[in-house]
Protein backbone atom coordinates (compact mmCIF):
# COMPACT_ATOMS: atom_id res chain seq x y z
CA UNK A 1 0.00 0.00 0.00
CA UNK A 2 1.63 3.66 -0.76
CA UNK A 3 0.22 4.84 2.90
CA UNK A 4 -2.29 7.73 3.40
CA UNK A 5 -2.25 10.10 0.42
CA UNK A 6 -2.75 13.84 0.68
CA UNK A 7 -2.67 16.45 -1.91
CA UNK A 8 -1.75 18.72 -2.82
CA UNK A 9 1.49 19.09 -0.89
CA UNK A 10 1.37 23.19 -1.15
CA UNK A 11 -0.85 25.06 -2.25
CA UNK A 12 -0.71 28.95 -1.91
CA UNK A 13 -4.11 30.99 -2.24
CA UNK A 14 -5.50 34.18 -1.77
CA UNK A 15 -7.96 35.50 1.03
CA UNK A 16 -11.32 34.55 0.42
CA UNK A 17 -10.57 31.56 -2.21
CA UNK A 18 -12.24 28.74 -1.86
CA UNK A 19 -9.51 25.96 -0.78
CA UNK A 20 -10.28 21.84 -1.05
CA UNK A 21 -7.60 19.53 0.45
CA UNK A 22 -8.15 15.91 -0.81
CA UNK A 23 -7.34 12.57 1.19
CA UNK A 24 -6.90 9.12 0.67
CA UNK A 25 -7.32 6.55 3.32
CA UNK A 26 -5.62 3.46 3.29
CA UNK A 27 -7.64 0.58 1.93
CA UNK A 28 -9.53 -1.57 4.43
CA UNK A 29 -8.90 1.34 7.34
CA UNK A 30 -12.18 2.27 8.63
CA UNK A 31 -11.43 5.26 10.78
CA UNK A 32 -10.22 8.94 9.51
CA UNK A 33 -8.93 11.95 11.10
CA UNK A 34 -8.46 15.24 9.85
CA UNK A 35 -5.52 17.34 12.24
CA UNK A 36 -4.37 20.85 11.51
CA UNK A 37 -0.49 21.69 12.74
CA UNK A 38 0.39 25.20 13.96
CA UNK A 39 3.51 26.41 15.85
CA UNK A 40 0.87 28.35 18.36
CA UNK A 41 -1.52 25.38 18.79
CA UNK A 42 0.16 22.41 18.20
CA UNK A 43 -1.89 19.52 16.13
CA UNK A 44 -5.66 19.79 16.71
CA UNK A 45 -8.13 17.39 15.74
CA UNK A 46 -10.54 18.87 13.31
CA UNK A 47 -12.80 15.76 12.66
CA UNK A 48 -13.20 12.31 12.93
CA UNK A 49 -14.85 9.74 10.37
CA UNK A 50 -15.47 6.03 11.24
CA UNK A 51 -16.98 4.14 8.46
CA UNK A 52 -17.33 7.32 6.25
CA UNK A 53 -20.15 9.12 9.32
CA UNK A 54 -18.84 12.34 10.82
CA UNK A 55 -18.17 11.24 14.24
CA UNK A 56 -17.18 14.41 15.84
CA UNK A 57 -16.71 17.36 14.48
CA UNK A 58 -15.91 19.74 17.16
CA UNK A 59 -12.66 20.62 16.31
CA UNK A 60 -13.92 22.24 13.24
CA UNK A 61 -13.22 25.88 13.67
CA UNK A 62 -15.94 27.33 11.88
CA UNK A 63 -18.56 26.95 9.50
CA UNK A 64 -16.30 28.17 6.97
CA UNK A 65 -14.83 24.78 7.38
CA UNK A 66 -16.06 21.58 6.18
CA UNK A 67 -15.21 18.06 5.60
CA UNK A 68 -16.73 15.24 3.29
CA UNK A 69 -16.27 11.27 3.22
CA UNK A 70 -18.28 9.85 0.21
CA UNK A 71 -16.53 6.77 0.27
CA UNK A 72 -13.92 4.55 1.89
CA UNK A 73 -11.39 5.43 -0.06
CA UNK A 74 -11.66 9.46 -0.24
CA UNK A 75 -12.15 12.52 2.03
CA UNK A 76 -11.95 16.31 1.86
CA UNK A 77 -11.61 19.34 3.41
CA UNK A 78 -13.02 22.60 1.99
CA UNK A 79 -12.25 26.01 3.52
CA UNK A 80 -14.34 28.62 1.98
CA UNK A 81 -13.87 31.32 1.99
CA UNK A 82 -10.11 31.39 3.38
CA UNK A 83 -8.24 33.11 5.62
CA UNK A 84 -4.71 33.78 6.24
CA UNK A 85 -5.38 32.61 9.88
CA UNK A 86 -5.73 28.82 8.61
CA UNK A 87 -2.32 28.62 6.94
CA UNK A 88 -0.81 25.46 8.53
CA UNK A 89 0.03 21.92 7.74
CA UNK A 90 -3.26 19.64 7.35
CA UNK A 91 -2.65 16.03 8.23
CA UNK A 92 -5.12 13.54 6.98
CA UNK A 93 -4.62 9.84 9.03
CA UNK A 94 -6.41 6.99 9.13
CA UNK A 95 -6.56 4.19 11.33
CA UNK A 96 -7.92 0.34 11.24
CA UNK A 97 -10.21 0.25 14.15
CA UNK A 98 -11.34 -3.25 15.34
CA UNK A 99 -11.55 -2.39 18.56
CA UNK A 100 -10.72 -1.42 21.69
CA UNK A 101 -8.82 1.51 19.86
CA UNK A 102 -7.07 3.06 17.12
CA UNK A 103 -4.22 1.89 17.56
CA UNK A 104 -1.96 3.00 15.08
CA UNK A 105 -2.76 6.10 13.11
CA UNK A 106 -1.05 6.23 9.66
CA UNK A 107 -0.54 9.74 8.76
CA UNK A 108 0.21 11.43 5.33
CA UNK A 109 2.29 13.52 4.27
CA UNK A 110 0.61 16.99 5.13
CA UNK A 111 -0.54 19.69 2.75
CA UNK A 112 1.26 23.02 3.67
CA UNK A 113 -1.72 25.90 3.60
CA UNK A 114 -0.52 29.37 2.83
CA UNK A 115 -3.12 32.05 2.35
CA UNK A 116 -2.22 35.07 1.87
CA UNK B 1 -12.51 15.00 28.53
CA UNK B 2 -8.54 14.01 28.52
CA UNK B 3 -5.48 16.38 27.80
CA UNK B 4 -1.73 15.44 27.48
CA UNK B 5 1.13 17.94 28.61
CA UNK B 6 4.41 17.86 27.30
CA UNK B 7 6.31 19.93 29.94
CA UNK B 8 9.02 20.36 27.80
CA UNK B 9 8.71 21.92 24.20
CA UNK B 10 12.54 21.82 23.30
CA UNK B 11 15.42 19.32 24.32
CA UNK B 12 19.06 19.71 23.57
CA UNK B 13 21.51 15.93 24.27
CA UNK B 14 24.60 15.55 23.20
CA UNK B 15 24.83 11.78 20.98
CA UNK B 16 25.15 8.86 22.98
CA UNK B 17 23.89 10.14 26.52
CA UNK B 18 20.07 9.08 27.77
CA UNK B 19 17.43 11.07 27.04
CA UNK B 20 13.89 10.92 29.19
CA UNK B 21 11.08 12.88 27.30
CA UNK B 22 8.21 13.46 29.74
CA UNK B 23 4.78 13.06 28.68
CA UNK B 24 1.48 13.67 31.80
CA UNK B 25 -1.97 12.53 30.71
CA UNK B 26 -5.33 13.72 32.29
CA UNK B 27 -8.29 11.68 32.53
CA UNK B 28 -11.63 10.61 34.69
CA UNK B 29 -11.48 7.21 32.83
CA UNK B 30 -8.64 4.88 31.40
CA UNK B 31 -6.81 5.54 28.59
CA UNK B 32 -4.55 3.96 25.62
CA UNK B 33 -1.48 5.96 24.92
CA UNK B 34 0.99 6.58 22.40
CA UNK B 35 4.48 8.04 21.02
CA UNK B 36 4.05 9.48 17.62
CA UNK B 37 7.74 10.98 16.01
CA UNK B 38 7.68 13.57 13.24
CA UNK B 39 10.80 13.87 11.24
CA UNK B 40 10.67 17.53 9.02
CA UNK B 41 8.27 17.89 6.63
CA UNK B 42 6.56 14.09 7.37
CA UNK B 43 3.36 12.88 9.00
CA UNK B 44 4.14 11.53 12.49
CA UNK B 45 4.68 7.70 12.76
CA UNK B 46 3.55 5.64 16.16
CA UNK B 47 6.71 4.98 18.08
CA UNK B 48 5.27 2.43 20.87
CA UNK B 49 2.30 2.31 22.25
CA UNK B 50 0.66 1.22 26.32
CA UNK B 51 -2.84 -0.60 25.96
CA UNK B 52 -2.82 -2.84 28.41
CA UNK B 53 -0.34 -5.39 30.25
CA UNK B 54 3.44 -4.58 31.23
CA UNK B 55 3.75 -0.79 32.28
CA UNK B 56 6.98 -1.03 30.33
CA UNK B 57 6.63 -1.24 26.62
CA UNK B 58 9.42 -1.09 23.88
CA UNK B 59 9.45 0.70 20.69
CA UNK B 60 11.32 1.06 17.72
CA UNK B 61 15.14 2.27 17.22
CA UNK B 62 15.55 1.34 20.77
CA UNK B 63 13.01 3.64 22.59
CA UNK B 64 10.92 2.60 25.65
CA UNK B 65 8.18 3.90 27.83
CA UNK B 66 6.72 3.47 30.91
CA UNK B 67 3.21 3.64 32.25
CA UNK B 68 2.34 4.90 35.83
CA UNK B 69 -0.44 5.50 37.07
CA UNK B 70 -0.77 7.21 39.88
CA UNK B 71 1.67 9.75 38.51
CA UNK B 72 -0.14 9.76 35.13
CA UNK B 73 2.70 9.95 33.74
CA UNK B 74 4.38 7.86 30.11
CA UNK B 75 7.25 9.24 29.95
CA UNK B 76 9.85 8.30 27.09
CA UNK B 77 13.47 7.10 27.56
CA UNK B 78 16.36 5.73 25.16
CA UNK B 79 19.62 4.65 26.94
CA UNK B 80 22.15 6.63 24.08
CA UNK B 81 20.73 8.97 21.72
CA UNK B 82 21.78 8.74 17.96
CA UNK B 83 21.66 12.01 15.70
CA UNK B 84 19.04 10.18 13.56
CA UNK B 85 16.89 10.97 16.52
CA UNK B 86 16.78 14.26 16.09
CA UNK B 87 12.80 14.96 15.74
CA UNK B 88 9.76 15.97 17.18
CA UNK B 89 8.29 13.42 19.72
CA UNK B 90 4.44 13.66 20.52
CA UNK B 91 2.47 11.81 23.56
CA UNK B 92 -0.96 10.76 22.95
CA UNK B 93 -3.86 9.47 24.58
CA UNK B 94 -7.68 7.60 23.61
CA UNK B 95 -9.96 7.42 26.62
CA UNK B 96 -11.12 3.60 26.73
CA UNK B 97 -14.49 2.68 25.23
CA UNK B 98 -16.60 5.10 23.18
CA UNK B 99 -15.48 7.33 21.06
CA UNK B 100 -11.68 7.23 19.69
CA UNK B 101 -10.84 10.73 19.91
CA UNK B 102 -7.46 11.21 19.94
CA UNK B 103 -5.17 13.63 21.96
CA UNK B 104 -2.16 15.05 21.04
CA UNK B 105 -0.04 16.44 23.66
CA UNK B 106 2.11 19.92 22.19
CA UNK B 107 5.30 18.00 21.59
CA UNK B 108 8.92 18.20 21.93
CA UNK B 109 11.97 18.87 19.24
CA UNK B 110 14.89 16.36 20.47
CA UNK B 111 17.48 17.97 19.15
CA UNK B 112 20.66 15.75 19.36
CA UNK B 113 24.11 17.25 19.48
CA UNK B 114 27.15 16.11 17.70
Known amino acids: DAGVIQSPRHEVTEMGQEVTLRCKPI?????LFWYRQTMMRGLELLIY????????DSGMPEDRFSAKMPNASFSTLKIQPSEPRDSAVYFC??????????????FGSGTQLSVL | AQSVTQLDSQVPVFEEAPVELRCNYS??????LFWYVQYPNQGLQLLLK??????LVKGINGFEAEFNKSQTSFHLRKPSVHISDTAEYFC????????????FGTGTKLQVIP
Open chain 1, 93 to 106: ASSLFRGPTNEKLL
Open chain 1, 27 to 31: SGHNS
Open chain 1, 49 to 56: FNNNVPID
Open chain 2, 27 to 32: SSVSVY
Open chain 2, 50 to 55: YLSGST
Open chain 2, 92 to 103: AVINSGGYQKVT
